[in-house]
């Protein structure tokens, strides 16, 4: 596609890995609502030319029409190294492997880890209550996630720095870069995740790691494709470990992130959390909705419509969850944060097929964070010397937060 195919008043200047949009905390927010106000589908020249979509009800119907829209190839987040499995697969496969998948990630397997994900939580407070500050990213926020998301996967705490550089590149490219330099930025980190796991995976099967891990379980056992069972190839497994190695590290991390600079700003709500945990729940829903991690992508398996604008086969799509969960058509009020909204319809998590299977467990990790983060250090504060810092692209987050609060004694 071509900027001299679409017409002026459809075109807008907009980069999802725009530099500019990390800070403060609400740019991306308002960049967002600046688009939707303009309308329901634009379009940017930026990654090859793609729409951005930006209404509720567009984006609900384009997530649940997999046949329509594919999640493959995406020229936003591509790195360059072929299809993320299971969410750069479109049905029938992509239901074969999700059901693979689903009971290892399920309501139920979550539930079991709660003791064990509440002790690691307070285990990180532990490590700076006494001092009445801390760097809450680093020390809590991206810890939290690893540290769960890498034990249950049976892969070493050690090697969390290195996860997270790989994933911080694949994700961000080189901020501040050409294009082109952030595309060969993220292919080379692809590169070293898919040899890292290419290696783990050979120490699974010779019985060198954790026979019991989630990662053991989806290597050792076979799957039904196309009526045939078998195991999941080297490939596969590479390229779903990367997908979920991404998922794990960074989408609850910027999720506590924006609650807290939200909540430090709000002490009302944050003492509505502090007297009443029973809250909890619904506020953590109301932390997704309001400011969304992911933005998705897909592409027009054939020519269609669009809010009254014909996408050409192949176009490429921006979903820009954020705006969605802000629509006034599908929300009262949706810029306020209603600590008990309901019904609450956020499409954080996506819709349809591809509706992401680590839900439960980033709910629950919300969750106990939330309540134990409120009965230690309720009066946590910002640092207005040091203010924190957001990053933007297709997954957004927090990269830096100070906080200060009443040291334990």
């Known amino acids: 596609m071509t900027t001299h195919d679409i017409a002026t008043d459809l075109t807008v200047d907009f980069d999802v890995y ?124 991206h810890a939290l996630p690893t540290h769960v998301f890498l034990t249950l996967m049976g892969w070493p705490l050690a090697d969390a720095e290195r996860f997270t550089e790989w994933t911080d590149t694949a994700l961000q490219g080189i901020p501040g870069a050409s294009e082109e330099e952030s595309a060969k930025a993220r292919a080379e980190a692809a590169a070293s995740v898919f040899e890292y ?38 490939e596969e497994l590479r390229r779903m470990f990367f997908l979920l190695l991404i998922a794990g590290l960074h989408t609850v991390q910027g999720s506590l992130g924006w609650a807290m600079v ?68 599908e929300f009262d009020d949706p810029d306020a944060f209603v600590i008990d909204r309901g019904p609450n319809r956020h499409l954080s998590f996506g819709a349809g097929p591809h509706r992401c299977l680590g839900s439960h467990l980033a709910r629950l990790e919300l969750t106990l964070a939330m309540e134990e983060i409120h009965r230690r250090i309720p009066d946590y504060a910002l640092v207005q010397s040091d203010p924190p810092l957001m990053h933007g692209t297709s997954v957004r987050g927090c990269v830096r937060l100070p906080l200060t609060f009443t040291p334990e004694s």
């Open 262 to 329: 939200h909540l430090a700003n709000n002490p009302a709500q944050r003492q509505a959390l502090i007297d009443d945990s029973g809250l909890v729940p619904d506020a953590v829903e109301e932390i997704l909705r309001i400011e969304a991690a992911v933005s998705m992508g897909r592409r027009a398996t054939r020519d269609v419509e669009i809010a009254g604008v014909q996408v050409k086969q192949d176009d490429q799509l921006l979903l820009l969850l954020c705006s969605a969960n802000r629509d006034d058509a």
């Open 18 to 141: 725009d530099p500019a949009l990390v800070a403060p905390v609400d740019v991306f927010q308002q960049k967002a609502a600046e688009l939707r106000v303009r309308g329901p589908i634009l379009y940017s020249p930026h990654y090859g030319g793609h729409w951005i979509v930006t209404r509720y009800a567009d984006i609900f119907r384009i997530l649940r029409d997999a046949e329509t829209f594919s999640s493959y190839p995406n020229n936003l987040v591509d790195a360059g190294q072929g299809k993320f499995i299971p969410v750069e697969i479109d049905p029938p496969e992509h239901t074969q492997y999700r059901q693979a998948l689903q009971p290892l990630f399920g309501p139920a397997r979550m539930k079991e880890l709660e003791p064990q994900i509440r002790a690691i939580i307070n285990e990180l407070i532990d490590g700076f209550a006494s001092a009445g500050r801390c760097e809450f990213v680093a020390e809590f926020a």
């Open 197 to 234: 796991f290419g290696a783990f995976v050979d120490r699974v099967r010779s019985g060198q790691e954790d026979a019991d891990s989630i990662t053991a379980q989806i290597i050792n056992t076979p799957i039904r494709m196309d009526g045939v069972e078998r195991h999941l190839t080297d």
